[in-house]
């Protein structure tokens, strides 16, 4: 199992290109099952997830060519071209969709071109327990029956989904992103309430208006559908990823850094920006770059809520807990969206952070600077955390079970390293 060592304390001074969105990508994949024509998506990120989506498609049945690298600006994201014709296989396998829960949005697409889906129920992570309950009372909603058998979901629209009002319970993006894609084939109209709003909800609306689907509403909470008879191919370049942007504007931060990020958007990071603003973090956007720096001011603690789109994303929740480590004063940090994402806090503490959970808030005490150690990973972002932190730190950090933070950081240890930071990948065979 690989781990990344890391000498903390060099100031982040460069250039880092971002990539596509993950979680954009991810939805947009499965998008290329609702028609037999050709899909390309260009600026893909070379991540683990990326490469489960193609190995879950291809068992599908869906024919995936990767036509090399494609620059955009410095930034070489991947073009993928899929093409799901007829017949496509429609079990989902147990063995792929529990390496990565998106698998579950293929689960809309099937059902609303052949009628059917077997999907593997994704289990929990180590985030939460993560059910699809909303999802699947959609699709009820749309006229399809479902069968909860041997750990898979079995669903069947025999005669086709018809168009439904539908009002999910809680923001659900994954629950939004499947329930749209299966509505652009129902018949007649689907009105989704409550929908989640994220950037690659958005990043997939567009991607499926240019495959012929009528949806309106695009980026607020309440989609309207129109069903038609079939999508066509299209070209689509997959969204900067506003995580990544945001990690990075953080690794700057905490090393009193200057950075200049390439092939990404301010406008991604609307209230990220302002908790960064707000820490005492300059941050500044022009077209296709944003530059973070922190020279001289000290980190200033405050406190932040995670909510859905257009409130603080859940996934900068880690990131930013490192920073508050090492900021002046206190800060309280509300995660709402799930039940157990601190799992960073312990690591970081072992680092010398003063940090104590209550229930689903964390208080955070600044200290002057944290102390390297060996940490364990756990989860996507918490294994970023305990990266950042270890940039910031005094002395070595070992970060075990990086297999975590391959599934979401495309090449993590060269993009800081070519910014002066001291980082490098130890395999252990
Ligand atoms: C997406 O997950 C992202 N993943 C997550 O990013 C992100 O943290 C999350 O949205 C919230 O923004 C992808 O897009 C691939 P949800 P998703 O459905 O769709 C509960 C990362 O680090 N819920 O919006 O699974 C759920 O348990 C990952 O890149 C139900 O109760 O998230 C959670 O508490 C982690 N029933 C809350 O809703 C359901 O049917 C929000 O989940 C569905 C969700």
């Not at 309950?133 to 989904?161: P, Q, V």
């Not at 850094?257 to 092939?263: A, E, L, Q, T, V």
């Not at 800060?331 to 003063?354: K, Q, W, Y």
Request: some cysteine; glycine content about 10%; aromatic content about 4%.
């Amino acid at each position: 199992m690989d781990r990344i060592r890391i000498r903390g304390g060099n100031p982040l001074l460069g250039t880092i290109s971002i990539g596509g969105a993950k979680n954009a990508a991810l939805p947009l994949m499965a998008a290329s099952l609702l028609t037999s024509q050709k899909l390309t998506l260009s600026n893909l990120p070379h991540l683990v997830d990326i490469t489960t989506m193609v190995h879950l498609l291809a068992e599908l049945g869906v024919a995936i060519s990767m036509d090399g690298n494609v620059s955009n600006g410095g930034n070489f994201g991947r073009a993928l071209t899929l093409v799901a014709s007829e017949p496509v296989q429609k079990i989902a396998p147990y063995d792929l969709v529990r390496r990565m829960r998106a698998s579950v949005l293929v689960l809309g697409p099937l059902l609303a071109r052949w009628g059917q889906a077997t999907v593997s129920l994704p289990g929990g992570c180590a985030i939460g327990t993560r059910p699809v309950d909303i999802h699947l009372g959609a699709f009820k909603a749309l006229g399809a029956e479902i069968e909860l058998k041997e750990g898979y979901i079995k669903a069947h629209a025999k005669k086709g989904l018809k168009g439904a009002n539908i009002l999910f319970p809680s923001v659900s993006v994954g629950a939004t992103e499947n329930v749209m894609m299966a509505a652009t084939l129902a018949e007649g109209e689907t009105q989704i309430s409550n929908a989640a709003r994220e950037p690659e909800v958005g990043d997939l609306a567009n991607c499926l208006v240019a495959m012929g689907a009528n949806i309106e509403g695009i980026g607020t909470d309440t989609l309207k559908v129109t069903g038609v008879s079939e999508l066509k191919g299209a070209n689509h370049e997959v969204i900067p990823d506003r995580i990544e942007t945001g990690t990075y504007a953080v690794a700057a931060a905490m090393t009193g850094g200057d950075i200049i990020m390439k092939g990404t958007r301010l406008e991604l990071l609307n209230a990220l920006a302002d908790v960064l603003a707000k820490a005492g973090v300059e941050i500044a956007g022009d077209g296709t770059t944003v530059r973070v720096r922190r020279v001289n001011s000290s980190l200033k603690g405050t406190d932040l809520m995670t909510e859905p789109y257009p409130g603080f994303p859940t996934d900068m929740q880690a990131q930013v807990m490192a920073l508050l480590a090492v900021a002046d004063g206190v800060s309280m940090i509300t995660e709402t969206i799930f039940e157990n994402r601190f799992m960073h806090v312990p690591e970081l503490c072992r680092m010398g952070a003063d940090i104590n959970v209550h229930g689903s808030s964390a208080i955070v005490r600044g200290v002057p600077t944290l102390s390297g150690a060996q940490l364990m990973a756990t989860d996507l972002r918490a294994s970023v955390s305990l990266v950042l932190a270890g940039l910031a730190a005094n002395g070595e950090t070992f970060v075990n079970r990086v297999y975590h933070l391959d599934r979401g950081y495309e090449r993590v240890e060269e993009k800081l390293s070519a910014c002066g930071a001291e980082i490098e990948r130890i395999s252990d065979g």
